[in-house]
Structures are given as C-alpha cells and as structure tokens.
C-alpha cells in the first residue's frame, strides 16, 4: 500500500519541491521575509491543502480505506517536514543569512534571536515527528468530506 500511496501524492510532492525552492530563492534574492514575504509559497500552507485535498480524494480515486488516508496526510507531511529540513541546512551551509528557512520567526525563537546551525536543526527534527502528525488532520478530515469530491473514471 505504501508505494500505492506514493504514486497517489506525486502531483502534492513536485507541488511542495516547487514551493520550498521558491521560497528559498526569495530569501536567496532578498525579498523581507515580513510583512508580505512569509505568505508566499507557504510550504506548510500548502502542506495542509494538500492533505485535505488528497484526503477526499483518497477513497473514490485512490481507492484507499482510512489507513490509506492517513499515510496519505502522513506521507505528504513527511514530505513537506523532509524539504523544510533539508532547505534550512542548505542555508545554513551556504551561509545564507536571509533565507526563510532560518529566520526567527520561521524557527518559532524570540523576535531577533540569532539560531545556531545545531539549535536550528534539532528544531527541524522535532519537525519531522510533529509535521506529518499534524498533516494528518486536514487528510482525514477532507476524507470525511467525500461525498463532497469527484466520481473516479
């Protein structure tokens, strides 16, 4: 079921690589972060939507039962969790200072503080555990609203 599941969330997993290099090329050009930058190609956003999204359409179109809903949102958050990971440790090997992925705010640290690579990291880790969790939710209940989603073929 797990290779069943992947080739069911390619379109979400291209959709989130094409985000999270976005949003790194808008750190790596200099656009603020805030007000305005962190609403662009919001990797999490976009990891909830597409929870939601392949949730409902899990059952008539994936033909999965609820486990199969459940590693949908779990794999498209691994995914997200697995990208968010690798672009913070990217801009930090490349001492990219104003990169998205190590700002602040995006690190969930008090306004202005500096985060160190290691600090940095094991926040991201606890990101790989919580991220798919919580990507979850909107997987489920988007398959709960079904009925809702298009007939299959």
């Not at 985000?19 to 962190?38: K, W």
């Not at 997200?80 to 602040?104: C, D, P």
């Not at 008090?110 to 926040?123: F, H, I, K, N, S």
């Amino acid at each position: 079921m797990v290779s069943k599941v992947l080739r069911f969330v390619r379109l979400p997993f291209l959709l989130l690589a094409i985000f999270a290099f976005a949003r790194f090329m808008l750190g790596v050009n200099g656009v603020p972060y805030a007000p305005r930058g962190n609403a662009m190609f919001s990797v999490f956003g976009l990891t909830l939507i597409s929870s939601f999204y392949f949730g409902a359409l899990s059952k008539r179109l994936g033909g999965f039962g609820w486990g199969g809903t459940v590693l949908v949102g779990y794999s498209i958050g691994m995914w997200a969790q697995i990208l968010i990971f690798l672009a913070t440790w990217v801009s930090y090997a490349a001492g990219i200072e104003t990169s998205y992925f190590r700002h602040w705010d995006a690190l969930n640290v008090p306004e202005g503080t500096v985060v160190p690579l290691g600090a940095a990291m094991m926040a991201r880790v606890g990101g790989l555990v919580i991220g798919p969790i919580i990507a979850i939710v909107p997987a489920v209940i988007g398959r709960a609203c079904a009925a809702l989603a298009p007939e299959g073929a």
